[in-house]
Structure formats: C-alpha cells, structure tokens
C-alpha cells in the first residue's frame, strides 16, 4: 500500500484517467449526435494525456527511490 500522500495521489490520478478514457470509449459508442462525439472526443483526449503525464510522474517518482510500493507491488 502507499503510504507517501503524493504517491497516492499520482495512483488516484492514474485511475481517474483511466476511467475517463473508458467513459469516453463507452460514451462514443452509445452518441446520438455529433455534439457527443465531440464532447467525448475531447474526454479521450484529455484521458490519455492526463494519463501519460501521471504515468511519467510516478516513473520519476520510481527513479529516484521515492515511490513506496506495496510489499505484493500492486500499486
């Protein structure tokens, strides 16, 4: 488990980003018009830029021995 409020939040970020893209992916399929498509290609997106911006955050966290992982390493 983590314990470092910043590794926390980084995980949480992480998650939030990918449940927008699954959202976004789930929105888009069920549209009924070009205004969702937009709105939902905008939430896509911002999801994996969010999410690749996050994940390179923990990496640099990794890097330097500061992000504390979970003795099974689940997170």
Request: charged share 30%.
């Amino acid at each position: 488990m983590l314990k470092k409020k910043c590794d926390i939040n980084i995980a949480r970020t992480i998650k939030l980003a990918q449940q927008m893209i699954l959202l976004a992916q789930d929105g888009d399929e069920n549209r009924e018009d070009l205004g969702c498509g937009v709105l939902y290609g905008i939430l896509l997106d911002s999801g994996y830029k969010i999410l690749g911006i996050a994940q390179k955050e923990k990496q640099n966290h990794m890097n330097k021995g500061q992000w504390q992982e979970s003795i099974k390493g689940k997170n």
